[in-house]
C-alpha cells in the first residue's frame, strides 16, 4: 500500500532511517506523528516501515533537513545488522532541503521540486518518470549498476565499476558503506563524511574535503590531494585514509587503519604517530603522485594501545578532556 504524506509547511527528518538518534541532544521519537500533516496520522515509523518493505511513499510539500538520511541501511545502533538492505520509492511533489539522501545507500528518490546543495551520497540519472527528476545512491549504482538509466554530467565505467564524479555538485558521504571493490572520483572538492562506513571502495578527491572524511572507514581507502576538515579518521575501523593537510584534530577513536599526512597532524587518542615502512611509502606514491623521498615524508598515524586505555569526558563548560581508564 503506498502512503501518501500531505504537509502545509516544511517537515523534517522524513524517510530519516535514524529517526530515534540524539539531534542536538533532543531525542526523536519515532512513534511521534509528523507534524503538519494535512489530514493524515502517519508517524517517522510508518513512513520508514513501508520503504523498508519496498513500498512506495509519495509527499506533496516540502522536506527539509535530513531527508532520507541513510534509506536502505539496517541501522547497526537500532539494533540492526549493519548492512544495505532493499528500498522502495519516495515521490516529491515539493522542495528538499540540504544534504538530502547523506548516508543513503539503496532506493530511489523521484523530485518534482527543487533540491538544495549540498546532496549527499546520490547521483542523478535520466528520469524514467515524466515530470520527475531521478536519483539514486552512489553505493548502489557503484554497485548494481546503472541498469537502463544513464547519468547526467557524470561518467560511469560498469565493468570497472568507477564513477566520475565531474558535475561540480558538493556532495557528502560519497560511497558511504560500499561493500564492493570500486572506485570514485571526485574532480573537485568533496562535502562532510567521505567514504563514512565504506568497506572496498576507493575515493579519490582532486580538491579539498570537509569534516568527518573517513570517518567510521571500515576498509575501503580514502584519498584527498587537499585539505581535511574537524574529525578526520574519527572512530576508523580499518582502511587508509590519505591527504596533504588537516584543518584539526584526526583519529578520534580510531581502532584499526592507518592515516598518513604530507605535513604533521595533530592528533586525538588513540591515534598517534607510528613509523612509515617501504609498503606505506608505495601507497603513497600510486595515489598522491609523490616521488620516492617525498613519500618517505609522509606521517603515518595509527592507534595507540596505551592511548585506548583513555576516555574522552565532556565538561560542563563543553571542554573535553581524556581521563585514563583505572584497570584495577
Not at 62 to 85: M, P, R, T
Amino acid at each position: 500500500m503506498v502512503k501518501e504524506l500531505v504537509l502545509e509547511g516544511t517537515a523534517d527528518y522524513i524517510c530519516d532511517y535514524t529517526f530515534n538518534f540524539y539531534w542536538h541532544n533532543n531525542s526523536l521519537n519515532p512513534d511521534s506523528l509528523i507534524p503538519g500533516q494535512n489530514g493524515g496520522t502517519f508517524t517517522y515509523r510508518n513512513i520508514v516501515n513501508e520503504l523498508k518493505a519496498g513500498g512506495d511513499v509519495r509527499i506533496t510539500g516540502n522536506v527539509g533537513k535530513n531527508f532520507a538520511y541513510s534509506l536502505g541501511a539496517d541501522i547497526k545502533h537500532l539494533g540492526g545488522s549493519g548492512e544495505i538492505e532493499k528500498a522502495g520509492r519516495i515521490f516529491i511533489d515539493g522542495n528538499i532541503g540540504p544534504e538530502a539522501g547523506m548516508g543513503m545507500v539503496s532506493g530511489t528518490l523521484y523530485v518534482k521540486g527543487d533540491i538544495e546543495y549540498p546532496l549527499g551520497n546520490i547521483v542523478e540519472l535520466i528520469s524514467d518518470v515524466p515530470e520527475y527528476r531521478k536519483f539514486r545512491s552512489i553505493t548502489d549504482v557503484l554497485c548494481n549498476g546503472s541498469g537502463s538509466d544513464e547519468l547526467i554530467d557524470n561518467q560511469l565505467n560498469e565493468p570497472e565499476r568507477t564513477l566520475i564524479l565531474k558535475d561540480g555538485i558538493p556532495r557528502g558521504t560519497v560511497a558511504s558503506r560500499c561493500p564492493c571493490a570500486s572506485k570514485v572520483i571526485i574532480e573537485g572538492d568533496a562535502y562532510n563524511g567521505t567514504g563514512m562506513l565504506a568497506r572496498k571502495a576507493t575515493v579519490i578527491v582532486n580538491g579539498n574535503a570537509g569534516m568527518n572524511t573517513g570517518s567510521h572507514l571500515n576498509g575501503g581507502t580514502v584519498v584527498v590531494h587537499g585539505e581535511v576538515g574537524e574529525f578526520a579518521g574519527a572512530y576508523m575501523k580499518d582502511g587508509k585514509l590519505i591527504f596533504l593537510d588537516a584543518k584539526g584534530f584526526i583519529g578520534a577513536g580510531m581502532q584499526g587503519g592507518a592515516i598518513y599526512s604530507k605535513n604533521k597532524a595533530k592528533t586525538s587518542p588513540p591515534a598517534a604517530k607510528s613509523r612509515m615502512k617501504g609498503e606505506d611509502s608505495s601507497l603513497v606514491r600510486e595515489f598522491m603522485d609523490a616521488g620516492r623521498v617525498e613519500s618517505m615524508l609522509y606521517n603515518k598515524y595509527e592507534p595507540d594501545k596505551e592511548k585506548e586505555k583513555y576516555v574522552e569526558v565532556r565538561m560542563r563548560d563543553g571542554s573535553i578532556v581524556m581521563r585514563k581508564i583505572d584497570d584495577s
